[in-house]
T-cell receptor, first 119, second 117 residues
Framework: SQELEQSPQSLIVQEGKNLTINCTSSKTLYGLYWYKQKYGEGLIFLMMLQKGGEEKSHEKITAKLDEKKQQSSLHITASQPSHAGIYLCGAGLLKPLNAGGTSYGKLTFGQGTILTVHP | DAGVIQSPRHEVTEMGQEVTLRCKPISGHNSLFWYRQTMMRGLELLIYFNNNVPIDDSGMPEDRFSAKMPNASFSTLKIQPSEPRDSAVYFC???????????????FGPGTRLTVL
């Protein structure tokens, strides 16, 4: 089973609709990152969350990390065809060395959510 | 800033041949990661370097894979001999900052799409 589960696996929406993608773990999430990938291209960094309850927004995309730091959501408002692509969450699942843990900052990634936006 | 540079962007080779993938990190970034992405297994970490030293190579599939970072501005991932199951997209990512932190972002290169026939 995946250590980091993304849902849904794929999503098809009409332009203008809102949508939410979730990233869930059974472990505490340290440093949660959201990336977007288009076919044949690399991962583009969107946002990073660290603190429980933290919320960040950029243009029409908002990401939140829940208080218990075991789930993050990515919400897109009024979706556009330019939002189409694969969204991946990446997170540290072990406490980093500088916080008394053992991790050097390794990220584990979810399987990705494929978003299609129809005009 | 040029971003992370990878070459080649596409590589098609025959089984048994040696393949070398290259990565130039963002200037000033002292952490470098090699990942492999496939439909079946998603994005997997292969190896992690910090200040040119390999820190974690537990993700390297087998002895056919090797990685080097001879200096701060260049890294290679070599597969010898290559097999069809090595077909995947290989990404290099780099990060500024200290060894053990989640405060800095990993920036990914465009990837190398490898096809082994």
């Amino acid at each position: 089973s995946q250590e980091l589960e993304q849902s849904p696996q794929s999503l098809i929406v009409q332009e203008g609709k809102n949508l939410t993608i979730n990233c869930t773990s059974s472990k505490t999430l340290y440093g949660l990152y959201w990336y977007k990938q288009k076919y044949g291209e690399g991962l583009i960094f969107l946002m990073m969350l660290q603190k429980g309850g933290e919320e960040k927004s950029h243009e029409k995309i908002t990401a939140k990390l829940d208080e218990k730091k075991q789930q993050s959501s990515l919400h897109i408002t009024a979706s556009q065809p330019s939002h189409a692509g694969i969204y991946l969450c990446g997170a540290g699942l072990l406490k980093p060395l500088n916080a008394g843990g053992t991790s050097y900052g390794k990220l584990t990634f979810g399987q990705g959510t494929i978003l299609t936006v129809h005009p | 800033d040029a971003g992370v540079i990878q070459s080649p962007r596409h590589e098609v080779t025959e089984m048994g041949q040696e393949v070398t993938l290259r990565c130039k990190p963002i200037s000033g970034h002292n952490s470098l990661f090699w990942y492999r992405q496939t439909m079946m297994r998603g994005l997997e970490l292969l190896i992690y370097f910090n200040n040119n030293v390999p820190i974690d190579d537990s993700g390297m599939p087998e002895d056919r894979f090797s990685a080097k970072m001879p200096n701060a501005s260049f890294s290679t991932l070599k597969i010898q001999p290559s097999e069809p199951r090595d077909s995947a997209v290989y990404f290099c990512a780099t990060r500024r900052g200290r060894l053990a932190t989640f405060t800095d972002t990993q920036y990914f290169g465009p990837g190398t799409r490898l096809t082994v026939l």
